[in-house]
């Protein structure tokens, strides 16, 4: 029997949903889920495990389990509704996928923390801020802020944005699954990473394994990300001889590329020193200082990654589409 790939339709529903909503407040959203059940592995690990060979395979454990179980409580969630009616399963898997897209919310952030600034308010931009980066904020001038916000956007339209459709469409032609299916799974390491992917004390041993796993999970969508991006600017040459010159220097393998092929493309530098506890990181710089960076700056950021996100979107549709219809 020939495998015929899932409808288009759940990505579409979702860009729509994530374009005109977002993630309401109050919203029984699935990261939060995966967030409490982290903290409460975490609990259990800290409080009864030592070792560090131990907290290392309880991280595996974590990082599989969590992975793993969200990509099959989206799976039966879909398959659930669409015993009852197949229009509840689509929807079902629609309003999944929307929720792993953070388009909507990455504008709202980079807005939230611009508003302030733009009437010179910079105690509630700080304030903004520290809500979505971990870095010291108390103390950041105006251009620093600027360049967080910047750096915020960049790296997330990779692993909240162009990442989940990615996996979306590979989701897509996987016989006998949903489309949410993979991106569910991905969000998972995402989230796993943001919690306990640190080097640093206590999470050295128990995010080891998920910071490693994340980083190969998004190696590939970050590279044709920023391939994007390139093509998009049309000075793809120049965009790459950046990134080989300056996102190699940064330590992960992913927010380098991200945060310099948006700095190459709109003429800005992002790195620079950065506090974390009252302890200064000095990240590269990436990209050549030849404008500021500004509000408008930031604005063209969310603007690129919106139009990265249609043209893969519509050749996600498109080959799916023409898939379909070759079977």
């Known amino acids: ?43 259990f690990a800290f409080k009864y495990l030592k ?37 509840l399963g689509l929807v079902t898997d629609s309003i999944l996928l929307a929720s792993c897209f953070a388009g909507r ?29 971990g870095r010291d904020t108390q103390e950041l001038s105006a251009p620093e802020i600027l360049r967080a916000v910047l750096e915020t956007v960049a790296e997330n339209a990779t ?37 306990v992917g640190y080097r640093e004390a206590p ?3 128990l995010g080891r394994f998920s910071a490693k796993l994340e980083d190969r999970l998004t190696w590939l969508p970050c590279r044709l990300t920023v391939l994007t991006l390139a093509l998009r600017s049309l000075k793809p040459l120049y965009v790459w001889q950046m990134c080989q010159r300056d996102a190699i220097k940064d330590p992960s393998p992913n927010s380098g590329w991200s945060e ?11 790195g620079g020193t950065n506090w974390y506890r009252g302890v200064a990181k000095q990240k590269p710089l990436l990209g050549e200082p030849i ?4 509000a408008e700056k930031i604005h063209q950021a969310l603007q690129l990654t919106r139009h990265s996100f249609f043209i893969w979107l519509g050749l996600g549709i498109g080959a799916i589409a023409i898939s379909t219809y070759s079977f």
Not at 59 to 85: D, K, T
Not at 165 to 171: C, E, G, K, V
Request: aromatic share 12%; net charge neutral; with cysteine.
């Open 51 to 87: 070792s560090e060979r131990s907290l290392y395979w309880a991280g595996v454990v974590l990082g599989l389990g969590l992975i793993l179980g969200s990509g099959a409580v989206s799976w039966l969630l879909v398959y659930a509704a669409s015993q009852v009616h197949p229009l």
């Open 1 to 43: 029997m020939n495998f015929v790939p899932s409808s288009p339709s759940p990505l579409l529903i979702a860009a729509v949903l994530d374009y005109l909503i977002g993630d309401p407040w109050g919203f029984p959203h699935p990261v939060r889920v995966m967030g409490w059940l982290i903290a409460q592995f975490n609990y």
């Open 260 to 270: 310099c092929a948006y700095a190459a493309v709109l003429g800005v530098q992002l």
């Open 159 to 195: 692993d909240g944005v162009m990442a989940p459709l990615f996996y979306a469409i590979a989701s897509a032609f996987i016989p006998y699954t949903n489309v949410a299916f993979l991106p569910l799974a991905y969000k998972a390491a995402s989230t796993l990473d943001s919690m």
């Open 291 to 294: 404008y500021p960076i500004t």
């Open 105 to 133: 919310s990455l504008r709202t952030a980079a807005e939230d923390v611009l508003q302030p600034l733009k009437t010179g308010d910079l105690v509630q931009a700080r304030a903004k801020l520290s809500l979505y980066v």
């Open 203 to 205: 999470y050295t041993h």
